[in-house]
Nanobody, 119 residues
Framework: QVQLVASGGGLVHPGGSLELSCAAS????????MAWYRQAPGKQREWIAT?????TYSDSAKGRFTVSRDDGKNTGYLHLTTLTTEDTAVYSC???????????????WGQGIQVTVSS
């Protein structure tokens, strides 16, 4: 059975940086897609970035956030820089995970991680 664990959140000052990670474990054949989201209080969930052969970013993430992955560790990373109070939100990751070469992948979510930007 697959487990997907997110980590790296916390409190940071405006202008600071933070790195989030999501690590999957289990009988994994391949991770075909990694995606990142966030949800601020009182707002709907917002897509941040996706890596699935190429990397795409939302307008709010471009130039400040960077996505990377380590397939040997089944882990994805979201590096946050130049943070402002408007970046305060619960961040989450989703992975598309395949268990063999013949079936469509399934979608799995990590738990939400609080990122608070405050002076």
């Amino acid at each position: 059975q697959v487990q997907l664990v997110a980590s790296g959140g916390g409190l940071v000052h405006p202008g600071g940086s933070l790195e989030l990670s999501c690590a999957a474990s289990g009988n994994i054949f391949a991770i075909t897609e990694m995606a990142w989201y966030r949800q601020a209080p009182g707002k709907q969930r917002e897509w941040i970035a996706t890596t699935n052969g190429k990397i795409t970013y939302s307008d709010s993430a471009k130039g400040r956030f960077t996505v990377s992955r380590d397939d040997g560790k089944n882990t994805g990373y979201l590096h946050l820089t130049t943070l402002t109070t408007e970046d305060t939100a619960v961040y989450s990751c989703s992975f598309e995970i395949a268990f063999d070469a013949y079936h469509q992948p399934g979608l799995y979510w990590g738990q939400g991680i609080q990122v608070t930007v405050s002076s």
